[in-house]
């Protein structure tokens, strides 16, 4: 007889639903970062220095720990494009996704760049930038966060449906092994 410690147990997660649940953390901790950024979070549409560390709490998951959902997404992405992808602009197709992805981290990082510059004296460097320098920050989250969930959508929209569509039931199994060792 074997030992319930030493049975192997077996998940069998979804990998479409397991990428629409991080879709939905994805999208909270960006409705978090509006509220930071909400009018009474902040003044004359400006962060207040005050919700800088806040923001950059916040955006920290958006410069590292997104890319375990990323690398899960790639998963799915490779596998779509084994079974579909017969011509480049197939592939280009699906590559357009993972470049996305490597974008919107670029642009997280940016930001977060911007949210730790600091003058000698306290002062925010991005205060004394032309056009108002907070306010082109506050316009620079906005639009990440615009294309976070332009990006959801089109996943979503596109990608899972497809997947919901064309992979079967061994290859939902094979990949979703592969996404929990990420």
Do not use: W
């Amino acid at each position: 007889m074997v030992s319930q410690g030493s049975r192997r147990i077996r998940l069998a997660v979804d990998p479409v639903a397991l990428l629409e649940r991080e879709h939905r953390m994805i999208l909270d901790r960006l409705a978090m970062v509006e509220t930071t950024m909400s009018p009474r979070s902040v003044g004359n549409g400006t962060v207040k220095r005050s919700n800088r560390d806040t923001l950059r709490e916040l955006l920290e998951f958006f410069t590292g720990s997104v890319d375990v959902h990323f690398k899960r997404e790639e998963m799915l992405v490779s596998e779509l494009r084994r079974i579909l992808g017969r011509t480049q602009a197939e592939q280009d197709q699906f590559q357009s996704f993972l470049d996305e992805h490597r974008a919107l981290k670029a642009d997280a990082t940016k930001v977060m760049k911007q949210l730790a510059q600091k003058r000698p004296h306290g002062q925010d460097a991005t205060a004394t930038k032309a056009f108002g320098g907070l306010r082109t920050l506050t316009g620079e989250l906005h639009a990440l966060i615009r294309r976070y969930r332009e990006q959801i959508a089109c996943e979503e929209r596109l990608l899972f449906a497809l997947a919901e569509m064309r992979l079967t039931a061994e290859q939902r199994r094979r990949i979703s092994r592969q996404m929990l060792q990420v």
